[in-house]
T-cell receptor
Framework: NAGVTQTPKFQVLKTGQSMTLQCAQD?????MSWYRQDPGMGLRLIHY???????DQGEVPNGYNVSRSTTEDFPLRLLSAAPSQTSVYFC??????????????FGPGTRLTVL | KQEVTQIPAALSVPEGENLVLNCSFT??????LQWFRQDPGKGLTSLLL?????REQTSGRLNASLDKSSGRSTLYIAASQPGDSATYLC????????FGTGTSLTVIP
């Protein structure tokens, strides 16, 4: 198993550009989520999904969109990048729709810089 | 809103020492608590998961305890090694996952 994979590893954008961060898992996990990690603030939840076709907002959803067309993939879209979105982005997954009950597995992260 | 605190923010110990990392949370209505390790520039690796009905979990030299009523968890690392140097994060699962800001551990050879 590859576990949770994320692409790209690094990305530099200019203000106003859009892009999609990719996340995939091969563990047949229903629950998937996106976090951002900023110095001194810990990880904060952006969006999550409890299964294909179902998504919901987390703590800091503004400026981001998600969709879940398959169990395996959960892409995160930045609509119009801003310097405040410079961060490290992590995707995570866990077993079952009640993913909160179960162990989370994390991808290696995408380091995004917005100029 | 759940608040998760980890103190100290940084810790430096000599090799071989036993140590305890602390995690506290404000809302005791949690499903579980999970400890992670994060190496510089890397993702999070799960260490231990304690369900809300459990008091502790052990894996090798690691032992994690949970006192839900007081809102506290500890991660005990026995016989520390330089390879244990990393940032250790705790996360609680309530209506979502909430993370602490971590303790940066350095084990000096």
């Amino acid at each position: 198993n590859a576990g949770v994979t994320q692409t790209p590893k690094f990305q530099v954008l200019k203000t106003g550009q859009s892009m999609t961060l990719q996340c995939a898992q091969d563990m047949n996990h229903e629950y998937m989520s996106w976090y951002r990690q900023d110095p001194g603030m810990g990880l904060r939840l952006i969006h999550y999904s409890v299964g294909a076709g179902i998504t919901d907002q987390g703590e800091v959803p503004n400026g981001y969109n998600v969709s879940r067309s398959t169990t395996e993939d959960f892409p995160l879209r930045l609509l119009s990048a801003a310097p405040s979105q410079t961060s490290v982005y992590f995707c995570a997954s866990s077993y079952g729709q009640l993913g909160l009950y179960n162990e989370q597995f994390f991808g290696p992260g995408t380091r995004l810089t917005v100029l | 809103k759940q608040e998760v605190t980890q103190i100290p923010a940084a810790l430096s110990v000599p090799e071989g020492e036993n140590l305890v990392l602390n995690c506290s949370f404000t809302d005791s209505a949690i499903y579980n608590l999970q400890w992670f390790r994060q190496d510089p520039g890397k993702g999070l690796t799960s260490l231990l998961l304690i369900q809300s009905s459990q008091r502790e979990q052990t894996s090798g030299r690691l032992n994690a305890s949970l006192d839900k009523s007081s809102g506290r968890s500890t991660l005990y690392i026995a016989a520390s090694q330089p390879g244990d140097s990393a940032t250790y994060l705790c996360a609680v699962a309530g209506n979502q996952f909430y993370f602490g800001t971590g303790t940066s551990l350095t084990v000096i050879p």
